[in-house]
């Protein structure tokens, strides 16, 4: 079957622009997570679901970071007002537990923000 | 709180030679540890995990509690290992990952 999907895979923006980044998990995955991957670093966590319910935001750098995931299935995270610390890759990844294991990730959007 | 070091940005080494992947961590409860492994172009995925005490790709991994570390080990490497390499650290709703390293096998 299908990975996890996002899109899209490149994204520009200017500084100061707004962005959105989607994250199709795999189906019937509970669990969906979001990292941010700056350049030559790991993937940090930014936040967690479970369902539609998010459980840990404990991650977001600051409140311009805005995830959902309102039906259980699908993710957006938004980035308002963006800065051009914010350019890394952003990955999405899905577990079919209520625990975070085995996580399965998407080949992540790569953000530049100008 | 929890925190994964791996000391090496880049271990280069000849096909056929013993690899050694270096990972510690820092962690207060009782760890779960991971190896995930980027090829070029692809995505992350995962290599191993501790409890499953399995060998993949003839990688092996052993948790040490007393030295906090979960080093990966292959005896003799091959070209197509040539990869990012990701130690990665379970706490509650989270995965903690080192900075990685990149593992290049010359021929």
């Known amino acids: 079957g299908a990975g996890v999907s996002q899109s899209p895979r490149y994204k520009v923006a200017k500084r100061g622009q707004d962005v959105a980044l989607r994250c199709d998990p795999i189906s019937g995955h509970v669990s969906l997570f979001w990292y941010q991957q700056a350049l030559g670093q790991g993937p940090e966590f930014l936040t967690y679901f479970q369902n539609e319910a998010q459980l840990d935001k404990s991650g977001l750098p600051s409140d311009r970071f805005f995830a959902e995931r309102p039906e259980g299935s699908v993710s957006t995270l938004k980035i308002q007002r963006t800065q051009q610390e914010d350019s890394a890759v952003y990955l999405c990844?899905?577990?079919?537990?209520?625990?975070?294991?085995?996580?399965?990730f998407g080949d992540g959007t790569r953000l530049s923000i100008l | 709180a929890q925190r994964v070091t791996q000391p090496e940005k880049l271990l280069s080494v000849f096909k056929g030679a013993p690899v050694e992947l270096k990972c510690n961590y820092s962690y207060s409860g009782s760890p779960e540890l991971f190896w995930y492994v980027q090829y070029s172009r692809q995505r992350l995925q995962l290599l191993l995990r501790?409890?499953s005490r399995e060998s993949i790709k003839g990688f092996t991994a052993d948790l040490n509690k007393g030295e906090t570390s979960f080093h990966l080990k292959k005896p003799f490497a091959q070209e197509e290992d040539s990869a990012m390499y990701y130690c990665a650290l379970s706490g509650y709703s989270t995965l903690t990952f080192g900075k990685g390293t990149m593992l290049l096998v010359s021929p």
């Open positions: 501790h409890i």
């Open positions: 990844a899905s577990s079919p537990q209520r625990s975070n294991q085995p996580q399965h």
